[in-house]
């Protein structure tokens, strides 16, 4: 088991799932950034699970006597409304903590999809090679062409603006990295000897493309998983921004942003707490990510 | 290295007619009738319908259409747009200076501060300044560009009062371009305060659209450094007595400079989609704002040439990009 989850396993190590986590878990908690951004993440998800508790408010109620009102510490702040309110009177802590379920949410479709697709491509294109090969690659070329939000912009353009068609364009734009690296991993992995023994053996093509090869290139996918997670929520972000992604009053932190601009020169906590929450929650998963990179690949260790 | 071009033309080409084919489809899959949303409000008859339908085209069987739009191509034609009726390509020309003067701006200032950083950086691993900059970094990285382009504007332009809020210069100048640049033009013109002026309307712009390449390169550098470092030929020449600045500046530079540059050509698309973002806040009268608009007013054609001319941009860029790095290094000419 262990041989077939880090293609540079060594043989001496001790053999079992837990062992494998154990060393991963050695590496991992090497890079504190990497420890301090999945702690917060995994705060992060808890708040998403536990909002109804957690919210002092409901995302949408609107309380009309207290309209863009600041945060409790500045003069003219209630404390029944920590964060403030936006211009209709909805609390913005309450907004906030229901928007992290959407950013996750978010980041979870759109790597599950493009995860899932681009496994297969990738796998089927470093497999067969020949025209299936250069066929997909050339269309991914194209895909990888455009400038990703562009063509994200232009797919919900299409399909209509809101949060589900937002994250499939996000999930197709990010489609050629998953498949460039499958296919590099596929090919490097195709030439190991285990692999033609299976062969010689009698092993069928599927079997051996996921059960022989696929276990074998999940390290550079499991980082680039973690990667374009906080790309997807920058994105769907962006395209909120845009007026191209969740609709109002859906509390997603970009969605929220653009609702808020008006209000730039006069409140400012309406603009400035969606993006720190943007911005934090997107480190916390890049700092994981390096730490991830750092321990599943040792190659790049330290570089 | 003329295989090296060939074999990189065979991949482009094919590539180039895939990105024509996709801005054809794109627009025809858009939903709402060009035609009517052409006329407005006030509807119209039947016969004037189909005589636009006609006129645009649109009646036609799909793939005679991309055939056309295919020869329309080949004579330099990417349509007229619907809305202002001048030709695309014309109005993407106005634009796109503004566009590239950012762009440059941005790149500018992410080189001259994330080159440094990152060299520095290196040479002192582990000290605060190198957990400093990887920590900026890697903050400049995850940010979302369009909230950062506010808070710049809240407090420079809204506390302190310093910078504009939109546009390329103050309305109080005026002068016909020449190059396109603002910064350039207004110093053309010498009239008094107008560099100061597109100065000021560009600073905070330029600013949100390097951040991320700034961050990119500042990492890159330093990886690419630490890499170099280690090696051999960097350990003999300290052997050799070489002073650490001769080490680094001339040994150790000039390898690590090699990924660096590939970084900073790759970062086209990334300044394109930041285009769009950074446009759009500060009212920015360049490509990417101008995209942003035709969607909103579905203007078929607009949208139609301008993602076909970005693209081709960015593929010839990054193509520029793959010659010289493939003239710098012979290595990579010979790879698969």
Known sequence: MSETIIPTARDDRPAGFQAVLREFWAYFSENRGAVAGLFFFIAIILVAIFADLIAPHGPNVQYRDALLQPPFWQAGGDSRFLLGTDATGRDMLSRLIYGSRYSLFIGCIVVSISLVVGIILGLVAGFFRGRVDTFIMRVMDVVIAFPSLLLALVLVAILGPSLINAMIAIAIVQQPHYVRLTRAAVMTVMTKDYVTAARVVGVRSPRLMFVTILPNCMAPLIVQAALSFSTAILDAAALGFLGMGAQPPTPEWGTMLAEAREFILRAWWVVTFPGVAILTTVLAINLMGDGLRDALDPKLKRS | ?336
């Not at chain 2, 790149?107 to 950083?117: K, R, S, T, W």
């Not at chain 2, 940010?143 to 506010?150: A, E, K, T």
């Not at chain 2, 910078?163 to 603002?182: C, K, N």
């Open chain 2, 1 to 336: 290295m003329l295989l090296y071009l060939l074999k990189k033309l065979g991949v482009i080409i094919p590539t180039f007619f895939g990105v024509t084919l996709i801005a054809f489809i794109f627009i025809r899959l858009l939903p709402g009738d060009p035609v009517l949303l052409l006329a407005g409000e006030r509807g119209m008859s039947e016969e004037r319908h189909a005589e636009l339908m006609a006129q645009f085209g649109f009646d036609k069987p799909v793939i005679v259409q991309y055939g056309i739009y295919l020869k329309q191509l080949a004579s330099g034609d990417f349509g007229t747009s619907i809305i202002t009726k001048k030709p695309v390509f014309e109005e993407f020309a106005t634009l796109f200076p503004a566009t590239m003067e950012l762009s440059i701006c941005a790149i500018l200032l992410a080189v001259f501060f994330g080159l440094p950083a990152g060299m520095i950086a290196a040479t002192r691993r582990g000290s605060l300044f190198d957990h400093t900059v990887m920590t900026g970094a890697l903050t400049g990285y995850s940010m979302p560009i369009f909230w950062w382009g506010l808070l710049l504007i809240i407090f420079f332009s809204g506390i302190l009062g310093w910078t504009p809020v939109s546009g390329r210069i103050s309305l109080l100048y005026y002068f016909e371009p020449v190059t396109g640049f603002m910064l350039i033009d207004s110093l053309l013109s010498g009239q008094k305060g107008a560099f100061a002026s597109a100065f000021s309307h560009l600073i905070l712009p330029a600013i949100v659209l390097g951040t991320i390449p700034l961050a990119v390169i500042a990492r890159q550098t330093r990886s690419a450094m630490l890499e170099v470092l280690s090696e051999d030929y960097v350990r003999t020449a300290r052997a050799k007595g070489l002073s650490p600045k001769r080490v680094i500046g001339l040994h150790a530079l000039r390898n690590a400079l090699i990924p660096v540059i590939t970084v900073i050509g790759l970062q086209v698309g990334v300044l394109f989609a930041g285009a769009i973002l950074t446009e759009t806040i500060f009212s920015w009268p360049g490509i990417g704002k101008w995209m942003v608009d035709s969607i909103f007013r579905r203007d078929y054609s607009a949208v139609q040439g301008g993602l076909l001319l970005i693209a081709v941009i960015v593929m010839f860029v990054n193509l520029v990009v793959d010659l010289l790095y493939g003239l710098i290094n012979p290595q990579i000419r010979h790879r698969e």
